[in-house]
């Protein structure tokens, strides 16, 4: 492969949430593109599944067990990072959890999980990844939104604030480390099929209910953020900073 096809050839970087389901599926984007590429996630099993075909496939990755509401886990993942492959170009922040509880009947402490996961998490590993990238005058940060944060759903206040958070952050955070060569971009998808909402989609009454409030009739498939997180992960998007690109077959919008 040439360097077109490699554009992420020579760089490292981290994706969490990457165990399964679109943090995975992005985290293959990004070995596929060249880059060493460390994965992060709760479940060891998981990430060592994901190395050892990444290396069978003669590519580089690592795996490192965090706990993205813990400071000190994600240092530690940055640090095994820069240890392992000698620097960090690129962080995407997927690792994130759902609550679907009616806020009257929702416990203050799985407010404070959700948005220790997703916005706590976030801000956590951009700020070490990011003393790299300040010092170093280049890198990427892509930061997983949702479309529920840009749209009222019922039963998802802290999922939805949470993300809209993740929002908020992405734009100051876009602005503050601009002339360091740093971009920090947001993806925010919709329903994708995934292992993760499995159950879901072979329940055919609640599968017709979801597809019924996208415009595009279907749910999204993996593959197709690959795509975008290239672009904001490679040169192409060094000019491109503090946006949000939602992906959701016009739901946010209907």
């Not at 700020?127 to 990238?133: I, P, V």
């Not at 292992?195 to 993996?222: F, H, S, W, Y």
Request: glycine content about 10%.
């Amino acid at each position: 492969m040439n360097a077109i096809e490699r554009p992420l050839a020579g760089k490292a970087a981290i994706v969490t949430g990457a165990g399964r389901g679109l943090g995975r599926s992005m985290a293959e984007a990004l070995v596929e593109a060249g880059a060493a590429v460390t994965v992060a996630a709760r479940t060891r099993s998981e990430l060592d599944a994901f190395v050892d075909e990444v290396k069978t496939a003669g590519g580089e990755a690592l795996a490192c067990p965090t706990d993205l509401t813990d400071e000190a886990s994600v240092q530690r993942m940055v640090a095994a990072t820069v240890e392992t492959f000698g620097r960090v170009d690129v962080l995407v922040n997927n690792g994130g959890i759902v609550a679907t509880t009616p806020l009257l009947d929702q416990p203050a402490e799985e407010w404070d999980r959700v948005v220790a996961t997703n916005l706590r998490g976030t801000y956590l590993a951009t700020r070490e990844a990011g003393r790299h990238f300040v010092a170093q005058g280049s890198g990427k940060v892509v930061n997983i939104a949702s479309n529920f944060a840009l749209q009222g759903v019922a039963n998802h206040a802290a999922y939805s604030a949470s993300k809209a958070g993740v929002i908020g952050f992405t734009r100051s955070m876009a602005v503050e480390w601009a002339r360091h060569g740093v971009q920090v971009n947001a993806i925010a998808p919709g329903y994708f099929a995934t292992a993760l909402n499995a159950d879901m989609r072979e329940d055919p009454e609640t599968l017709a209910q979801v597809v019924r409030a996208i415009p595009a009739k279907r749910m999204g498939q993996p593959h197709e953020l690959k795509p975008w997180l290239l672009l904001l992960a490679g040169s192409a998007s060094d000019f491109m900073t503090g946006e949000v690109i939602v992906i959701d077959g016009g739901q946010s919008v209907r």
